[in-house]
Nanobody, 115 residues
Framework: QVQVVESGGGLVQPGGSLRLSCATT????????MGWHRQAPGKQRELVASILSVGTTNYADSVKGRFTISRDNAKNTVYLQMNSLKPEDTAVYYC?????????WGQGTQVTVSS
């Protein structure tokens, strides 16, 4: 019953922008933070950005300065604004809720950066 639904992905040219959204449904226990992961073909899933309940944000070096994570606590939604996209950003993006409640991975949203 508890799930996450990612959206906002698509095909963009290098240098373009996308805004990903992750909506959560169901009753979730205490939330310690939220994060965005991505998995490119042939690579391991990696944490791209996170935001803790206290508001602290963290970014992978590869996206620092280009991506911005934010949240809407009232809607239990987390966003990822992606600017200056590069082909290396091509991946399936997943959101993750850091909580005592076990929440399975969603389907993710495909981001493809290509000219």
């Amino acid at each position: 019953q508890v799930q996450v639904v990612e959206s906002g992905g698509g095909l963009v040219q290098p240098g373009g922008s996308l805004r990903l959204s992750c909506a959560t449904t169901g009753s979730i226990g205490r939330i310690y933070g939220m994060g965005w992961h991505r998995q490119a073909p042939g690579k391991q899933r990696e944490l791209v950005a996170s935001i803790l309940s206290v508001g602290t944000t963290n970014y992978a070096d590869s996206v620092k300065g280009r991506f911005t994570i934010s949240r809407d606590n009232a809607k239990n939604t987390v966003y990822l604004q992606m600017n200056s996209l590069k082909p290396e950003d091509t991946a399936v993006y997943y959101c993750r809720i850091f909580s005592s409640t076990a929440i399975p991975w969603g389907q993710g949203t495909q981001v493809t950066v290509s000219s």
